[in-house]
């Protein structure tokens, strides 16, 4: 379980294919800290530690988890979002996030309001009952404020601080980011759909 509170940066610096698995080699100032076999949010996706070599740590994903997020266009030198799983005695700033992507959205727009960004990102409309207006949403593990939401597309403002401590500030207008929606809204939309 996480926040969607990005605690640092990492870079990826090797990545080996191995079936329909693919390996990453990430930096980060976090990877030492690590232990195998933790889980830890990479751009909003849960992954588990395989193995940490000083600032370095190795994670894999598998063919399910590259189809429905956008692991797959990762490169040597993308960065990603990072956060540690939470603590029960820390503080939940953002909202409750389980690094299970649902799917992908486009950045369609992105604004410089002068002290403040504004993205639009267009998602697949048979999602449109998971989202509502000033609600959250996590975007490549970020957790966000969703408003002017739309049958499959919404926008987000990001704070300066957001903006120069995510991948935010790398991703350009037509780029894939990984969505995870509310956890709440979507057992509520389940137990309706069983009441039919």
Known sequence: ????????????????????????????????????????AHNGVCLTVEDVKESLHRVTAVEETLNKTELNQWEIGTHVNMER??????????HFVQGHVDTTAVCQKIKDKQGSYEFEFEFP????????????????????????????????????????????????EGDFVNLEFDMIGKYILRKLSLEK
């Open 125 to 172: 409309k048979k999602f449109a009952g998971l989202i509502i207006e000033k609600g959250s949403i996590c975007v490549n593990g970020i957790s966000l404020t969703a408003f002017d939401v739309k049958k499959h597309s919404f926008r987000a403002a990001i704070i300066p601080f957001t903006f120069e401590h995510t991948n935010l500030q790398f991703v350009k």
């Open 1 to 40: 379980m996480f926040t969607g509170i990005v605690e640092s940066l990492g870079l990826i610096k090797e990545i080996t294919t191995s079936g329909t698995n693919k390996t990453f080699w990430i930096e980060s100032p976090l990877s030492s800290s690590f232990k195998i076999d933790q889980s830890i």
């Open 85 to 94: 799983s939470l603590l029960p005695t820390n503080r939940l700033d953002g």
